[in-house]
T-cell receptor
Framework: DGGITQSPKYLFRKEGQNVTLSCEQN?????MYWYRQDPGQGLRLIYY???????QKGDIAEGYSVSREKKESFPLTVTSAQKNPTAFYLC????????????FGNGTRLTVT | QKEVEQNSGPLSVPEGAIASLNCTYS??????FFWYRQYSGKSPELIMS????GDKEDGRFTAQLNKASQYVSLLIRDSQPSDSATYLC?????????????FGTGTRLQVTL
């Protein structure tokens, strides 16, 4: 079945450590996205990529980094510079075009203590 | 003014009633609109998309779009307890890249027995 796989589902880290969240899709979508969700704040865009080897900052990119070496993969690194990293992280993809919806993975819940 | 606004709720409706969820947006040139359902602790799932003025029906769900008034709504007929979730409105604005959907903060729906 086609879909988006995020791993791990839960992740615990100590403050000051970098951590990488995995996102893989087999939908053959060109565009991939990372969102962060905090209670009561909806979805906020961190980074997105419309093509391999290219990506753009979203609204809250500070403290995060990404890479897009393969069409299927778009990993997100949460660095120690991110001040409030505890959140629910969602990876998504879509076909190009204004009328295409986003398809989401199951999310990774990151807790940093 | 937020780009996409929703009443956070909770909106409480009795089982079997019609639930009406509303969303307004600021970019008059927006061209595509999506409704996602999100259960607590889960990722959003697409339930409706609409692009033209008027109504679009899919089973118990009806999406309504009025571009002149810049609002989009979702009606859920014969509401069931399983419909209890947060409903996110997403808009593809005209300004900026076509790849960026903007989300509202969501309306929490509670269907009571």
């Amino acid at each position: 079945d086609g879909g988006i796989t995020q791993s791990p589902k839960y992740l615990f880290r100590k403050e000051g450590q970098n951590v990488t969240l995995s996102c893989e899709q087999n939908l053959n979508h060109d565009a991939m996205y990372w969102y962060r969700q905090d209670p009561g704040q909806g979805l906020r865009l961190i980074y997105y990529s419309q093509i391999v080897n290219d990506f753009q900052k979203g609204d809250i990119a500070e403290g995060y980094s990404v890479s897009r070496e393969k069409k299927e993969s778009f990993p997100l690194t949460v660095t120690s510079a991110q001040k409030n990293p505890t959140a629910f992280y969602l990876c998504a993809s879509r076909e190009e075009g204004r009328y295409s919806p986003l398809h989401f993975g199951n999310g990774t819940r990151l807790t940093v203590t | 003014q937020k780009e996409v606004e929703q009443n956070s709720g909770p909106l409480s409706v009795p089982e079997g009633a019609i639930a009406s969820l509303n969303c307004t947006y600021s970019d008059r040139g927006s061209q595509s609109f999506f409704w996602y359902r999100q259960y607590s602790g889960k990722s959003p799932e697409l339930i409706m998309s609409i692009y033209s003025n008027g109504d679009k029906e899919d089973g118990r769900f009806t999406a309504q779009l009025n571009k002149a008034s810049q609002y989009v709504s979702l009606l859920i007929r014969d509401s069931q307890p399983s419909d209890s979730a947060t409903y996110l409105c997403a808009v593809n604005p005209l300004t900026g890249t076509a790849s960026k959907l903007t989300f509202g903060t969501g309306t929490r729906l509670q269907v009571t027995l």
